[in-house]
């Protein structure tokens, strides 16, 4: 992504996703995730992964 001649937000506003997957080493779910992160600043995701953690964490706590 350094490597790019343009930014993914431009390139996401001009050519869709379709632009993003041309992208070499980009596919539909990596599309997807930088499309989700440009338009709203946040990756569903990871803040689910987030969750998950915090969750496990604090229950071990408990169990100690």
Known sequence: MAT??????????????????ALPTIGVAIAGAIAE?????????????RGIWRRRRCSARFLE
């Open 4 to 21: 790019l001649d343009r930014p993914v937000d431009e390139i996401l506003a001009h050519e869709g996703r379709a632009g993003l997957i």
């Open 37 to 49: 992160m440009v338009t709203t600043g946040h990756w569903s995701q990871l803040e689910r992964l």
